[in-house]
């Protein structure tokens, strides 16, 4: 059976992950199942070139995410669980409170209460008590927590380079590689060795 994958975005700042996402899982063997938020949609229209249109052109199912009946509900659905793409700190409380007011919290609980891979790129800075509870309570729950802190060891030219170690390393929590970013590597470990055994030398 081809994988499925649910993909949720919230109205945070950072749709163009979300996008990217799509685009590179288009052509492969996974099925996308995409529920987007009304604020999502304006925040895509305010952040990228892209329209919401595109956007769900990209996926290869689309939820209304009123309704609360749909597929991704339901547990006997099976997917191979679900990515929050960004999370806003509204959607993560909804999630970690399962406070289930919309179809894409309704899935995310879903995915929870199967033990599948449930993946939430929360997107909020600095955090305050109440996010960090709220993070800690979902990843108790189960959740993978797993923010966009980008690395730098690649030494990225551009967004683009970001956004698809990113987007590459949330992909690995669901067994999905692409090969669009470069992981640390044997040899990039051995020059980090060799630069600690000279600095030994040094001291």
């Known amino acids: 059976m081809q994988k499925r994958l649910v993909i949720g975005i919230s109205g945070a700042t950072g ?23 009304n604020a999502a949609e304006k925040t895509i229209l305010l952040e990228t070139d892209r329209s919401v249109e595109y956007v769900k052109n990209m996926a290869d199912v689309v939820y209304d995410n009123e ?15 679900m990515v929050v793409i960004p999370c806003s700190i509204k959607t993560l409380s909804g999630i970690a409170n399962s406070f289930s007011v919309n179809l894409l919290i309704r899935a995310a609980d879903v995915v929870l209460k199967e033990n599948r891979t449930l993946a939430l790129m929360v997107r909020e800075t ?17 959740a993978i927590i797993a923010n966009p802190v980008p690395s730098f060891y690649k030494k990225p030219k551009t967004i683009d380079d970001i956004l698809n170690q990113t987007v590459g390393r949330m992909l690995n929590f669901f067994d999905i590689n692409l090969n ?12 980090a060795h060799k630069l600690l055994e000279e600095e030994r030398k040094q001291k």
């Not at 309704?67 to 669980?81: H, K």
């Open 15 to 37: 749709s163009v992950y979300a996008i990217r996402m799509l685009e590179v899982l288009k052509d492969t063997d996974v099925e996308t199942h995409l529920v987007i938020s």
């Open 67 to 81: 309704n609360v009946g749909a597929a991704i509900a339901s547990g006997s659905f099976d997917t191979i669980g």
């Open 126 to 142: 600095p955090f305050h008590k109440g996010h960090l509870r709220l993070m800690l309570q979902a990843a108790e729950m189960g």
């Open 180 to 191: 669009i970013f470069e992981g640390w590597s044997k040899e990039d470990g051995e020059r």
